[in-house]
C-alpha cells in the first residue's frame, strides 16, 4: 500500500511518517500543493492524505487537479474547525476527513477502512446485485435488506438512503449530497430535518444488530457514512 | 397625524389652568407640547404682569413644554404661523368669555388661519386688560423730544406753505405740503399719534391761514369743506402708513438681529472642539450679549463640578455665594427648569440624556423676557450642540470598541488555529511513543501527561475559538439538528478518561432542535468534561435529552459529591474555576462561563441543581422543531 503525505509542517509530517511506518505503509511526502499533484501523478498513490492549508495552492484545487487523473482516495486534513471547509472538499472529491489535532489510532482507522473500501471497489463487479458489509446485505434485485440474515423493513426514503451510502461506502456523504440525490430539491430546513429523522430511523433499525453497531456514522454538520466492513 | 399640542401663554393670573389642562392632554397623548406668547413690542408689559408671565413660562416649561417667544403686534398670525410650520394638531388658550362672540377675536382668527387644528377656549375671566394697558401705554407716548420735533415740522410746513401763499401758487401746493409735512412726522416721530395730531393741525392752519375768509376758522365756500375733509383723511392714511412701516421695519430688524445673534452664536459653538470650549463660547456670547456676569460648573454623573467664572476688570467681588446651593438643588431634581435665587438665577444646561452643565447669571436689574429669551435660546442651543458632540465623541468610542473587539475575535482566532497544528505533533507523538512502548511505567507515565496536558490544551484551544465567534458577533448559524446526534459527537470528543467512569446516554427518538451544532457540541463537551474532571473515577454520568412543551431539554447528570450553594452563583462567571480545581489542575474557568454565553445566544439559559442523593444536574433548554413524517 503507498500513501501520499502531503503535508508543510515538517513535526506533523513526521508523526504521520513514523505512524505509517510502524504500520508497514510505504509513504512519499510532498511539501506543497504542486509537489503533490506531480507525485500523485508520477507515483500513481493508492491513498492521498493531505493537509487543506498548504503554503502554495488551495488544498480544494488539490484535490480537483487530482481527481483529473486518478480516483485514489483523498483523506483531507484540516486545522479548520469550520465545517464549510471539510465540505467544500468533500464535494470537491475527498472521500474521509481528519481534524487536527487527531489521534495516531484514528489516522490509522480511517487508513484501515480505506483500505478494505479499495479491495471492495477493485474487486466490484457491477453487475453483482448484492451488497454485502459485515452483517448487512443488500439484494438490489428484490429490494431486500436482510441484518444477520433476518428481512429488516425500511421505508422508501430509508431503502433509498440505505443504497445510496452502501454505493459509496467508506465516503463521507455530504448533507446536500444526500438531499440532492434523494429529494432532488433546493435543501431548505424541512428537508434538513427529514434527512436527520429518517437517517436516525435507518441508523436504529440497524444497530438492532450489535454486529452493525456503528456502521452508520453521522458527522455532525456535514454528512453520514456507513463504514465499510 | 401625531398629535402636537400648542397652549398660548400670557401674563394673566388663570393662565396656568389653561397651561395644565394644555400639559395633561399633552401628556395623555404622549405628544409634543410647545408653548407660545407673541411679545407686542409696541406694549410694555406692567411689572406685576411681566413677573406674572415668567411665572407662566416657567410653568410650561417645567410641564415640558418647549416654550417660544414670537415677536409681533397681531399674535393671531404669528401663533398660526408657528402652528403650521409645527403640525399642531391642538390650541389650548384662554379667552375672555364676552369676547368669545367678536369677530376678530384670536379664538376666531386662528378659526380661520389654522383650520387643521382643534381649538380649545378655555374661559378666562383675568385676561390682560386692553384699556388699561392702552392708557399704560399711552402715558408713555407722550415724549417732549417727539412733540417739539412735531411741532417743528409743522411749523416749517406752515412757513413754506405761506411763501407758496405769498409767491400765489395754487392752493393745491399747500395742501400736498402739509400731507407730505404729517408723512414726515409720522417717520420721525415714535408714535402714530403725532402724525395724526399734524393731520388736524394741518387742516385747522390750512382754514385759519389761507381759506376765505382768512384768519378765521369760518368756511363761506362749501367746496372747501370736500377740500378739507379729503386733505385730513389723506394726511391721517399716510401718516397710519408710514407709521405702520417704520414699525414693521423695526420689528423685522428685532427679529433679524436676534437670529443673527443664534446664527454667529451658532458658528461659533461649530468650532468648540469639546464641552468645556462649548461651555466657554455660550458663557462669553451671553456675558456680551447681557453684560451682566455668567459662570457655569459642569455636571458629573448629577454632580455639580467646579465654578468657572470671569471677573470683570474693576469688579473683583466673589460670585455669589447662594449660587452654589441653588445648582445642587438643581443636580438633586432632574426636572425643574431653573432656580432663582436673590441675585442669580440658574439655568441647567440639559441633553436628550443628562444634564451637562449649570448656567448662572447674575439678576441685578430684572431680566426683561428679550434677554431671558436670547438666554435661554442660547442655552437650549448650547445644549444641542453638547448632544452632538456627545454623540460624535460615543460614535466615536464604539467604533474603536468594535475595532478592538474585532482585533481581539482576530487574535483569539488565529491563536486557536495555530495551536492545533503543533497540537498535533505533540499529542500524536506522545500516543506513539505510548503505544510503543507498553513496558515501560517511566516512559508511559511522561507519554500520558504529554496526551493529557495536550488535550487540556486543544480544549482551551477550542473554547477560545468558539468564544471568539460568540462574543464577536453574538451570531449562530442555527439549523435543524437530531438531538441524540449532537450528544453522541460531544461524547465522542470527551476527556480521554471519560471510560473511567460510566457515562450512559438516554434520548427521546427523533428530538429535533434548532441549534448551532458546533456550538451545543462544544457546550455538551464542557459540561461532560467537567463532570468527569470533578467526580471520582466510577461515578456515574448521564446525559439526558427530552421534550418539555415546546422545547428539548437537556441534562447532565452526576453522581459526584455536588457544588455548594454559594460556589453555584459564580459558576458561569469567566476566569472563575471551581475551588476545587485549585489542587493543582489548572482550569481557565473559560468553560462553563462559555456554555452560559453559548445558550444565552440561542435564547435560553444554563442553570445548575442538585442531584439526589448527591451530585450535580447541568440543564439547558433549545428551541424544539416539530417533524411530521411525510414519508410513512
Known amino acids: 500500500m503507498n500513501i501520499l503525505i502531503v503535508e508543510d509542517d515538517r513535526s506533523v509530517a513526521n508523526l504521520i511518517a513514523a505512524t505509517l511506518r510502524s504500520s508497514d505503509y510505504h509513504y512519499q511526502i510532498a511539501q506543497n500543493g504542486k509537489e503533490a499533484i506531480l507525485q500523485a501523478a508520477s507515483h500513481a498513490p493508492d491513498i492521498i492524505l493531505l493537509d487543506l492549508g498548504l503554503p502554495d495552492i488551495d488544498g480544494v484545487e488539490v484535490i480537483e487537479s487530482v481527481r483529473g487523473f486518478s480516483q485514489a482516495p483523498i483523506i483531507v486534513i484540516s486545522a479548520r474547525s469550520e465545517d464549510s471547509d471539510k465540505i467544500t472538499a468533500l464535494d470537491a472529491g475527498a472521500d474521509d476527513y481528519l481534524t487536527k489535532p487527531f489521534s495516531v489510532e484514528e489516522l490509522l482507522a480511517r487508513l484501515r477502512s480505506t483500505a478494505r473500501r479499495l479491495q471492495y471497489v477493485s474487486s466490484d463487479e457491477p453487475a453483482s446485485p448484492l451488497f454485502v458489509n459485515g452483517v448487512l446485505q443488500i439484494d438490489r434485485d428484490a429490494q431486500e435488506v436482510t441484518l444477520n440474515g433476518e428481512i429488516i423493513h425500511l421505508t422508501p426514503v430509508e431503502y433509498r438512503l440505505l443504497t445510496l451510502l452502501a454505493q459509496h461506502a467508506g465516503k463521507v456523504l455530504t448533507h446536500s449530497y444526500l438531499m440532492k440525490e434523494i429529494w432532488h430539491c433546493v435543501p431548505d430546513e424541512s428537508v434538513k430535518a427529514n434527512l436527520r429523522v429518517n437517517m436516525a430511523s435507518l441508523r436504529r433499525k440497524i444497530e438492532k444488530s450489535p454486529d452493525a453497531r456503528g456502521m452508520i456514522q453521522t458527522h455532525v454538520g456535514i454528512g453520514y457514512r456507513l463504514l465499510k466492513y | ?632
Open chain 2, 1 to 632: 397625524m401625531t398629535a402636537h399640542i400648542l397652549v398660548c401663554l400670557s401674563s394673566s393670573p388663570s393662565n396656568a389652568r389653561i397651561i395644565r389642562s394644555a400639559a395633561r392632554t399633552a401628556a395623555l397623548l404622549h405628544s409634543p407640547f410647545t408653548g407660545v406668547y407673541v411679545r407686542d413690542p409696541q406694549r410694555k408689559l406692567k411689572a406685576d404682569d411681566e413677573k406674572r408671565l415668567q411665572e407662566n413660562i416657567a410653568l410650561a416649561t417645567e410641564l415640558g413644554a418647549q416654550v417660544e417667544i414670537l415677536e409681533g403686534s397681531d399674535p393671531a398670525y404669528r401663533i398660526a404661523d408657528l402652528a403650521r410650520s409645527r403640525s399642531v394638531s391642538e390650541i389650548f388658550l384662554g379667552s375672555p368669555p364676552s369676547s368669545l362672540n367678536a369677530q376678530n377675536s384670536l379664538a376666531n382668527r386662528l378659526l380661520e388661519y389654522v383650520p387643521d387644528a382643534e381649538i380649545h377656549i378655555i374661559p378666562d375671566s383675568g385676561i390682560e386688560n386692553r384699556s388699561q394697558l392702552q392708557i399704560a401705554g399711552q402715558k408713555k407716548r407722550f415724549s417732549p423730544r417727539d412733540l417739539l420735533a412735531a411741532i417743528l415740522i409743522e411749523a416749517g410746513a406752515t412757513l413754506i406753505c405761506w411763501l407758496i401763499f405769498l409767491s400765489q401758487y395754487e392752493n393745491a401746493n399747500i395742501i400736498t405740503v402739509y400731507i407730505l409735512a404729517s408723512l414726515i412726522v409720522s417717520v420721525v416721530t415714535a408714535d402714530r399719534i403725532y402724525g395724526a395730531l399734524c393731520a388736524f393741525a394741518s387742516f385747522l392752519l390750512f382754514n385759519f391761514l389761507f381759506t376765505e375768509p382768512r384768519f378765521t376758522l369760518l368756511v363761506y365756500d362749501t367746496r372747501y369743506l370736500v377740500t378739507y375733509f379729503v386733505m385730513f383723511m389723506a394726511s391721517l392714511i399716510a401718516g397710519t402708513l408710514a407709521s405702520r412701516l417704520k414699525e414693521n421695519a423695526r420689528q423685522a430688524s428685532a427679529n433679524a438681529a436676534r437670529t443673527r445673534i443664534l446664527l454667529e452664536f451658532n458658528e461659533d459653538l461649530q468650532e468648540a472642539s469639546d464641552e468645556e470650549d462649548c461651555l466657554e463660547i455660550t458663557a462669553r456670547q451671553l456675558r456680551e450679549l447681557l453684560q451682566r456676569r455668567i459662570a457655569f460648573r459642569r455636571c458629573e454623573n448629577g454632580k455639580p463640578g467646579e465654578l468657572h467664572c470671569w471677573q470683570e476688570g474693576e469688579r473683583n467681588e466673589p460670585y455669589p455665594a447662594e449660587e452654589k446651593e441653588l445648582s445642587e438643588s438643581l443636580c438633586a431634581d432632574p426636572l425643574l427648569p431653573g432656580a432663582s435665587g436673590e441675585k442669580v438665577l440658574v439655568l441647567p444646561i440639559r441633553g436628550s440624556k443628562h444634564l451637562y452643565a449649570l448656567l448662572s447669571v447674575e439678576r441685578e436689574g430684572e431680566l426683561d423676557s428679550y434677554e431671558d429669551h436670547i438666554l435661554r435660546s442660547l442655552c437650549a442651543e448650547c445644549s444641542l450642540m453638547l448632544d452632538n458632540l456627545t454623540n460624535a465623541r460615543e460614535r466615536e468610542n464604539a467604533l474603536i470598541l468594535a475595532e478592538n473587539e474585532k482585533f481581539r475575535a482576530d487574535l483569539l482566532r488565529s491563536l486557536s488555529h495555530d495551536f492545533r497544528t503543533p497540537l498535533t505533533a505533540i499529542s500524536g507523538n506522545a500516543e506513539s511513543l505510548l503505544r510503543s512502548a507498553p513496558e515501560e511505567e517511566e516512559v508511559r507515565r511522561i507519554a500520558g501527561d504529554i496526551l493529557d496536558d495536550s488535550g487540556w490544551l486543544n480544549e482551551m484551544a477550542e473554547n477560545l475559538l468558539a468564544m471568539s465567534r460568540i462574543e464577536s458577533t453574538q451570531e449562530i448559524h442555527t439549523s435543524v439538528e437530531l438531538a441524540e446526534d449532537l450528544i453522541r459527537e460531544a461524547l465522542e470528543h470527551a476527556d480521554r478518561h471519560k471510560q473511567d467512569h460510566q457515562i450512559t446516554l438516554q434520548c427521546e427518538e427523533d428530538l429535533l432542535v434548532e441549534a448551532d451544532a458546533r456550538l451545543i457540541i462544544q457546550v455538551l463537551i464542557n459540561l461532560l468534561n467537567n463532570a468527569i474532571k470533578y467526580t471520582p473515577a466510577g461515578s456515574e454520568i448521564r446525559v439526558e435529552a427530552f421534550r418539555e412543551e415546546d422545547k428539548v431539554r437537556f441534562r447532565v447528570i452526576d453522581n459526584g459529591e455536588g457544588i455548594s450553594d454559594e460556589r453555584k452563583i459564580h459558576l458561569f462567571e469567566r476566569f472563575r474555576t471551581d475551588g476545587r480545581a485549585a489542587d493543582g489542575s489548572r482550569s481557565l474557568g473559560l468553560g462553563l462561563s462559555l456554555c452560559a454565553s453559548i445558550i444565552q445566544a440561542h435564547g435560553e439559559t444554563i442553570e445548575v441543581k442538585d442531584n439526589e442523593p448527591h451530585g450535580t444536574i447541568v440543564t439547558f433548554c433549545l428551541k424544539g422543531v416539530d417533524y411530521e413524517y411525510p414519508d410513512r
